[in-house]
């Protein structure tokens, strides 16, 4: 049995009603990772902008290369997004210097900041955009689709609309 294809079974049945099927895995990289890999055109690699955040990023682009060699030959890389930013730190700022020097276009140009409001989203069941649209991760997350669309070439944005303002800064 291909126990590594059975997710992507299931969205091959649907894929073709949606423009994006977006998998969220947790950071580990067992067998659901796998499986959402193999049935993906291609991944959005999350980078927490904290210290060991480039040990895991070498351990996924590893396993995302035997998953392209063995298991899905189109699987891309969509994009590297650093997450949990704050640029009060150092570390932080170090972080996001180091993945742009190295994967450069790679990385999208937004970069979501480290915001109380995204951890408090998920303990009401709600989304970011559900819990408080104007919070600053809200607004990060929305210039996130904004790029994602504008990447992929459906969408036509002015430079003027590229990113959403936070109006009233908490």
Avoid: W
């Amino acid at each position: 049995p291909n126990r590594e294809g059975v997710m992507k079974k299931v969205i091959d049945k649907v894929k073709d009603n949606y423009d994006f099927v977006l998998i969220d895995c947790s950071p580990s990289l067992g067998l659901i990772t796998v499986n959402a890999l193999t049935a993906s055109d291609s991944v959005i690699i999350p980078v927490q902008c904290e210290y060991f955040a480039l040990e895991g990023l070498g351990k996924l682009l590893n396993t995302i290369k035997i998953v392209q060699s063995r298991l899905n030959l189109g699987l891309e890389i969509e994009g590297i997004l650093l997450t949990m930013y704050d640029n009060r730190l150092r570390l932080s700022n170090q972080v996001v210097e180091e993945v742009r020097s190295h994967f450069q276009d790679l990385v999208f140009d937004t970069i979501i900041q480290r915001n109380t409001k995204l951890g408090e989203a998920p303990s009401f069941g709600e989304t970011i955009i559900m819990h408080d649209a104007r919070s600053r991760g809200a607004i990060n997350y929305l210039n996130l689709g904004r790029e994602i669309l504008q990447k992929n070439h459906l969408t036509q944005i002015e430079e003027s609309e590229r990113n959403i303002k936070i109006e009233n800064e908490r």
